[in-house]
């Protein structure tokens, strides 16, 4: 399957190859490379604009001044900017506050038994001034959905009730 000059020619390649080191031992540095690097750090700041220049021409490097991207942000445009906060999620309420906004005049004991029922604590006296300073917050931070239930039983009772 093989020509003979294949193999050798393989066997010849693998003998320039290095295996490389074990896990935990430095790798051996290259003789030219460590020779260039010593160079390089013997020039003068005058020295190393000129070796920068000279190496951007001859690798046909872009113009481009150095400046870490951590420092100034990434640049992008404003609208992007808009968009990304638009994308962003927006915050779901989890507490509410029911509020007695007003009542039916006509339904006003009844109101106000439904609220001594309903807020612990509370006398028939205490329930009817309650009642009677709307518009006035009835709970507050409270789940949606016992807010919701609030709400209905309030309105059985002839109040208006918004939830906030």
Avoid: C, H, W, Y
């Amino acid at each position: 399957m093989f020509s003979a000059e294949a193999a050798a020619a393989a066997t010849e390649g693998a003998k320039n190859l290095t295996p490389p080191p074990p896990e935990g031992v430095a790798k051996p540095v290259n003789p030219k490379l460590e020779s260039i690097a010593n160079s390089i750090a013997g020039l003068n700041l005058l020295e190393v604009s000129e070796l920068s220049a000279l190496l951007k021409s001859k690798l046909n490097l872009p113009e481009t001044s150095f400046v870490p991207q951590m420092a100034m942000g990434p640049a992008r445009p404003a609208a992007a900017a808009e968009e990304e906060e638009e994308a962003a999620p927006k915050k779901v309420q989890t507490s509410f506050k029911v509020k007695l906004v007003k009542f039916d005049e006509k339904q006003k004991v009844a109101l106000i038994k439904e609220v001594k029922n309903l807020l612990e604590g509370m006398n028939l006296v205490q329930a009817k001034k309650f009642v009677e300073s709307a518009p006035t917050v009835v709970k507050d931070d409270i789940p949606k959905d016992e807010a919701e239930k609030l709400k209905e039983a309030l309105t059985k009772a002839g109040a208006v009730v918004e939830i906030e």
